[in-house]
């Protein structure tokens, strides 16, 4: 088993964790999920794909007493602020106009709901999208008028095209052919769950999309019951891939559905990918679908349509990244 395991103390520590949990990276490993008898697991958080430092920052965020609502949204900040990573906020892929336009949504143990779409310029849409939330009488702003609504909220104008996004955009002009790829195209975008040491659940999720997507494409991510779903009595999901297939089964608020007619996380996961699957005929050879889940106990899931999602659970002092199980062995 090609199993690697590396601390990563130092990284924390600049990133002011105060932690001696280790990064563990389980490239062949699926997750463990036994709840532990009936003992509740929070803290918890888990997030999409390879980021265990948004979800070391939200762990510190919960360790420092902090509620679910500001773990997710600090989590998520860390990959807006991250120029390398491709898919989320500051040196996201831009549309095929060469505009980067960051969607995020935020949901919290309420069932308080905000989202923005559309919005250039602004790096840290997850926490624009928690003030619609709280400082708004809407739940979603758009374009031009959620940029405007940042500004006035004291967000900084900033340029999110960096070199290297522009360089691809440019190299992609030459075919200007659209084509997401499985696994690349749609990766990194973050959805993140977390419960707080409360019993709380919050989750968020922070995306520039498809890159090269047509002008003003707005996928899943920021819908709410698509790209997030949250309910507080039973747990939470989110989703990352080809937002246009999530959106047509809602496939967050069906996996949330399930886990209360008693499915575990992972049961839900799998049912609603098998959704998705069915709904596409044969296209789903085409395109990646990936869920997360968590359910109030603490339990977790994960599962997808292509070999190739992961996703990162920090819980019990352990920061660890597994492999989604999925559902084209062909
Ligand atoms: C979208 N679901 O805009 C997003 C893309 C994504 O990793 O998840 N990328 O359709």
């Known amino acids: 088993m090609d199993r690697r395991k590396f601390i990563q103390n130092a990284s924390l520590s600049t990133l002011g ?53 500001d ?3 600090q989590g998520c900040m860390m990959e807006e602020a991250d120029v390398k990573n491709a898919s989320v906020g500051k040196g996201g892929l831009p549309d095929r106009d060469g505009n980067v336009t960051l969607d995020a949504c935020i949901m919290d143990k309420n069932g308080d709901y905000g989202a923005v779409m559309c919005v250039q310029n602004i790096t840290h849409v997850i926490s624009l999208a928690r003030k619609v939330m709280e400082e708004t009488p809407h739940v979603m702003l758009a374009g031009k008028g ?24 440019e190299k992609w002009k030459e075919t200007s052919q659209y084509k997401p790829i499985i696994n690349i195209e749609n990766h990194d975008t973050i959805g993140m769950l977390a419960i707080d040491n409360n019993g709380d659940i919050s989750g968020a999720c922070t995306t520039s999309g498809l890159s090269y997507k047509m002008a003003g494409r707005v996928g899943d991510s920021p819908i709410i019951g698509s790209g997030l779903f ?16 999530v959106l ?4 967050s608020f069906l996996i949330v559905e399930l886990m209360r007619q008693g499915k575990t996380p992972q049961k839900a996961c799998e049912e609603a990918v098998r959704r998705v699957v069915k709904k596409s005929g044969n296209r789903f050879k085409d395109f990646q679908v990936g869920f997360i ?3 109030k106990q603490g339990e ?31």
């Open 17 to 69: 964790v105060v932690a001696t949990a280790s990064v563990i990276s389980c490239e062949n490993s699926t997750e463990n999920n036994n709840v532990l008898g009936s003992v509740i697991i929070k803290p918890i958080v888990i997030a999409t794909w390879r980021v265990p430092n948004a979800t070391a920052k939200a762990w510190e965020v919960l360790q420092n007493g902090g509620t679910s609502l």
């Open 230 to 245: 949250i309910d507080n009595e039973i747990g939470g999901a989110t989703a990352t891939g080809m937002g246009e297939e």
């Open 293 to 295: 889940a968590i359910n």
């Open 300 to 330: 977790t899931g994960a599962y997808c349509i292509h070999e190739g999602f992961n996703y990162n659970v920090y819980k019990q002092e352990e920061n660890k990244n597994y492999k989604s199980t999925y559902f084209n062995k062909a």
């Open 146 to 169: 959620a940029e405007k609504f940042g500004y006035q909220q004291g967000f900084k104008k900033e340029k999110l095209l960096t070199e290297s996004s522009k360089k691809a955009w």
């Open 71 to 73: 773990a997710v949204e």
């Open 248 to 251: 047509k089964t809602v496939g």
